[in-house]
Antibody
Framework: EVQLVESGGDLVQPGGSLRLSCVVS????????MTWVRQAPGKGLEWVAN????????YYVDSVKGRFTISRDNAKNSLYLQMDSLRAEDTAVYYC???????WGQGTLVIVSS | QAVVTQEPSLTVSPGGTVTLTCGSS?????????PHWFQQKPGQAPKTLIS???NKYSWTPARFSGSLLGGKAALTLSGAQPEDEAEYYC?????????FGGGTRLTVL
């Protein structure tokens, strides 16, 4: 069974940092592009970043460039999102996704507020 | 970055047929944009229904189909069921980055 489990969401002050993790099971992680998307409260889905199988290509939505870094550890079947210089507008549920069935995790909530 | 457009809301009668569309600010949507369609119900994570224009997954009900129609990507629901009431998002690839549409709220009524 394909499973993606996100963690690391929290309440953080503006300007702070968080590192989200996504542990994957049920498929060959190293064979797939992986993606982070987010959903602000009451809003639609927003693609945030994705990363090639070997980590050699990474893409970001303009609003997070220079602040967020996507990475992966294929030995640990894990995807990460390092989020720095957080802003109120980054408040959202963050989902990781990828794999053979376009699977998604259940999400982790990030709240940026003072 | 490009803007992807969807109908904000649509209504379909039970058993009826409805087509949701997905357009791009950069021009016609082609298979090179690898259109994806997602279904999301309140309080739940998104679920991928369609990938690469028309590829279904084992959990995709047969009544859903994807295509290209009039320069847009399209998701057609034939024989709508009450459980199909949800938000539907399309997503297009732009040479690395993906962009979501704003979503279509589908009501089955």
């Amino acid at each position: 069974e394909v499973q993606l489990v996100e963690s690391g969401g929290d309440l953080v002050q503006p300007g702070g940092s968080l590192r989200l993790s996504c542990v994957v099971s049920g498929f060959t992680f190293r064979s797939y592009w992986m993606t982070w998307v987010r959903q602000a409260p009451g809003k639609g889905l927003e693609w945030v970043a994705n990363i090639r199988q070997d980590g050699s290509e990474k893409y970001y939505v303009d609003s997070v460039k220079g602040r967020f870094t996507i990475s992966r550890d294929n030995a640990k079947n894990s995807l990460y999102l390092q989020m720095d210089s957080l802003r109120a507008e980054d408040t959202a549920v963050y989902y990781c996704g990828g794999g053979p069935g376009g699977a998604w995790g259940q999400g982790t909530l990030v709240i940026v507020s003072s | 970055q490009a803007v992807v457009t969807q109908e904000p809301s649509l209504t379909v009668s039970p058993g009826g047929t409805v087509t949701l569309t997905c357009g791009s600010s950069t021009g016609a949507v082609t298979s090179d944009r690898y259109p994806h369609w997602f279904q999301q119900k309140p309080g739940q994570a998104p679920k991928t229904l369609i990938s690469d224009t028309s590829n279904k997954y084992s959990w995709t009900p047969a009544r859903f189909s994807g295509s290209l129609l009039g320069g847009k990507a399209a998701l057609t629901l034939s024989g709508a069921q009450p459980e199909d009431e949800a938000e539907y998002y399309c997503m297009l690839l732009y040479s690395g980055p993906w962009v979501f549409g704003g979503g279509t709220r589908l009501t089955v009524l």
